[in-house]
């Protein structure tokens, strides 16, 4: 089973700082196949990136994703209002698919 | 658009079964191209992925090893919904349920099934007497 790792498990920002996220795998992702969700609190995660560095349907540029094999990383830009939220990265390469334990962005 | 729209009890005893229905709006349960799946959260367990259903010329069902022995995932093409059966639960069931769609196409490619674009409002089940 491939491990995920998150990291900082919180990051304190303030609105229109830019956030760097990092996931770690345990081993390599195959294909990449490497997503990152958004959830707020009361709501379902929301599909942002897939494949590492695609951008979902409707998902603003200011997300960007990359990296490859064991290290990933998600970068917002400038943080908007509506960005503090937890972070979630899933591996879907490999069974079984699994989840990160998140990383929380909050207001500083 | 698509939506899912979970239903069911959000308190179940212990050694009972765990019961919830998903109705599809915008897709169809028989897609082709897409999964039905169950997924729950917790925070000793994060979120987990328990299993799905699809139809691709026959239904076919997948699970997670943890709950396999315990699942039922059922596809209701009358009501354009699925279900989710849960026996023996206990109180480490207890989480937070989403169903969820996997699987979705655009600008000509289709994606993987493990790529969950929609999601239900979930439903807070907490296992106890």
């Known amino acids: 089973e491939i491990v995920l790792t998150q990291s900082p498990g919180t990051l304190s920002l303030s609105p229109g700082e830019r956030a760097t996220l990092s996931c770690r795998a345990s081993?390599?992702?195959?294909?990449?196949?490497l997503a990152w969700y958004q959830q707020k609190p009361g709501q379902a995660p929301r599909l942002l990136i897939y494949?590492?560095?695609s951008r979902a349907t409707g998902i603003p540029d200011r997300f960007t994703g990359s990296g490859s094999g064991t290290d990933f990383t998600l970068t917002i830009s400038r943080l908007e209002p509506e960005d503090f939220a937890v972070y979630y990265c899933?591996?879907?390469?490999?069974?079984?698919?699994?989840f990160g334990p998140g990383t929380k962005v909050d207001i500083k | 658009q698509v939506q899912l729209q979970q239903s069911g009890p959000g308190l179940v005893k212990p050694s009972q079964t765990l019961s919830l229905n998903c109705a599809i709006s915008?897709?169809?349960?028989?897609?082709?191209?897409?999964?039905w799946n169950w997924i729950r959260q917790s925070p000793s367990r994060g979120l987990e992925w328990l299993g799905r259903?699809?139809?691709?010329?026959?239904?076919?069902?997948d699970y997670a090893a943890s709950v396999k022995s315990r699942i039922t995932i059922n596809p209701d093409t009358s009501k354009n919904q699925f279900s989710l059966q849960l026996k023996f639960v206990t109180p480490e069931d207890t989480a937070v349920y989403y169903c969820?769609?996997?699987?979705?196409?655009?600008?000509?490619?289709?994606?993987?099934?493990?790529?969950?674009?929609?999601w239900g409002q979930g439903t807070l089940v907490t296992v106890s007497s």
């Open positions: 081993q390599s992702v195959s294909s990449n196949y």
């Open positions: 915008g897709d169809s349960v028989s897609s082709t191209s897409a999964a």
């Open positions: 899933q591996q879907y390469g490999s069974s079984p698919r699994t």
């Open positions: 259903t699809y139809y691709r010329s026959n239904w076919y069902n």
């Open positions: 494949g590492a560095s």
């Open positions: 969820a769609r996997g699987g979705f196409c655009t600008g000509g490619s289709c994606y993987s099934l493990f790529l969950f674009d929609y």
